[in-house]
């Protein structure tokens, strides 16, 4: 049985919450470590611990690793979720890379000054973007690629309920992602993952936003 992984981060969504996902839908086992204090992170960094210098870290299989991209391609290739050759792999990480755009802009709206014009752009890149992709995708597959469970269906069920908690009924005119979404929930691993008191985290907020301030010594908006 190999050991449980470690996450190093902060006690909030941010670029963690989709190797959560993953992981949980995995059914492997993890503990957090939560950065609260800036000494903490001085502490990783003194330790070599922070290859560029960022979280997320990801203590697993003996190794320390760096880089969201990076762990989540590590973590779908062990579980076989990262299609079945490198033709299956590169649809994988497109569909997941442009997942991973979209919510990382709804990652940046608690440290904006005015939410509004962001998430007026979300909402519409969502629905002329992104959303139309994956509507189109899934006419007919049950899955994204090869009919098999990959990391990007896994991030597309984390995209589409990120978007519902901002943009109610945005998946109507998306029936195919709709069912989608319907299907993944039904996995019981991402069932429990839904419940409260598991390791999913809630949306950010004012804690979440003065801590990852004052733990990277920032002082202001990170855009306008």
């Known amino acids: 049985m190999s050991e449980r992984a470690v996450l190093h981060y902060f006690n909030g969504r941010g670029k963690m919450e989709s190797i959560r996902w993953l992981l949980t839908v995995v059914e492997a086992e993890f503990d957090e470590v939560y950065l609260t204090t800036r000494e903490q992170y001085e502490k990783l960094l003194n330790d070599g611990s922070l290859m560029f210098q960022q979280v997320p870290l990801v203590e697993i299989d003996g190794m320390k690793l760096v880089q969201t991209k990076a762990i989540l391609h590590y973590i779908a290739e062990k ?3 990262h299609g079945k050759d490198i033709k299956e792999r590169a649809m994988v990480n497109m569909y997941a890379e442009g997942l ?7 990652m940046m709206l608690p440290f904006v000054a005015d939410p509004k014009p962001k998430l007026e752009n979300i909402e519409s890149k969502a629905k002329e973007r992104y959303l139309p992709v994956f509507e189109k995708a899934l006419t007919g597959p049950v899955y994204l690629v090869g009919g098999k469970l ?9 995209c589409t309920l990120m978007l519902e908690e901002k943009f109610t009924g945005i998946l109507g005119g998306f029936p195919n992602v709709k069912s989608f979404q319907g299907r993944m929930i039904q996995i019981p691993a991402v069932s429990r993952f839904l419940q409260p008191g598991s390791k999913r985290k809630p949306q ?5 936003k003065k801590t990852v301030m004052e733990v990277f010594k920032i002082t202001g908006p990170l855009a306008p």
Do not use: C, R, T
């Open 79 to 81: 579980y076989n979720l």
């Open 100 to 106: 991973i755009d979209l919510m990382e802009m709804i």
């Open 150 to 158: 990959s990391y990007a269906d896994v991030l597309l069920l984390e």
């Open 204 to 208: 950010p907020d004012e804690k979440y």
